[in-house]
């Protein structure tokens, strides 16, 4: 009998994953994607938007939402160790982890402040989190915006949320990418093409060629990390 429990100890503790990095500080990519000791990770359960995702404010004003959700999250958690736990990978081989600072679930700060969504296709565990954060006007939801799984894949008839007031040019303000950076250092262009993302950086050969306004298939980046982190490659040339 003793070695019945003990052989069904020593089977749970094997299936049990073990904690990731444990203790380190994360460099922060984006609201829900960091590197942990050089690995890629994305927060399991939550949507954030990309670093070069613009939102309207309160006053109906473009402001680089994804840039300031990103902040958010490097002020509040950035320079303190993280504990994640991991539930497998996504398609880009990122880990998918529950991360925690001090016992704080970190997903669910994001969510409750409105700096990101909860991932309902994935998961419903920030759902009451998001209706507190909409309900309080907190974050994105003080102004309108595009969801980020439909911002990556704009087009006019994205479905625009936020504020019960919502402009009607908020569509076409948000749903265009911007020719300008959203700031000097995020200079990094990417070309989605279908399932493939490539990116160029400044000395690439074929960086001035490639037009970046008004295109949802453009994204700027603001490091190769970032590029990596969503799934692109470098150019060739």
């Known amino acids: 009998m003793v070695r019945l429990v003990f052989a069904c100890l020593l089977m749970c503790l094997a299936r049990a994953e073990p904690a990731l990095a444990s203790g380190s500080i994360p460099n922060v990519v984006d609201a829900d994607t960091i590197y942990l000791n050089g690995e890629r990770v994305r927060l399991q359960g939550i949507d954030a938007p990309e670093t070069d995702q613009t ?8 402001f680089k939402c994804g840039l300031e959700a990103r902040t958010a999250l490097e002020t509040r958690f950035g320079n303190r160790p993280w504990t994640c736990r991991p539930f497998g990978k996504d398609r880009y081989d990122r880990t998918l982890a529950k991360c925690s600072v001090d016992g704080q679930d970190v997903a669910r700060w994001l969510v409750r402040e409105g700096w990101a969504l909860a991932f309902r296709r994935y998961s419903t565990d920030y759902v009451q989190d998001e209706t507190a954060a909409r309900d309080a006007h907190s974050g994105l939801w003080k102004g309108s915006f595009i969801a980020p799984w439909d911002w990556r894949q704009r087009s006019p008839t994205s479905e625009v949320l936020g504020a019960k007031s919502v402009s009607i040019d908020a569509s076409r303000a948000l749903t265009g990418a911007s020719a300008a950076p959203p700031s ?16 160029h950086i400044p000395t690439g050969r074929y ?14 980046f603001c490091s190769e990390a970032d590029a990596q982190a969503a799934g692109c490659r470098r150019s060739k040339l």
């Open 184 to 199: 000097p250092s995020c200079v990094i262009k990417g070309n989605l093409r279908g399932k493939t993302c490539i990116y």
């Open 207 to 220: 960086y001035d060629r490639l037009d970046m306004a008004n295109k949802a298939t453009r994204r700027w």
């Open 55 to 62: 939102c309207l404010n309160a006053t109906g004003q473009p």
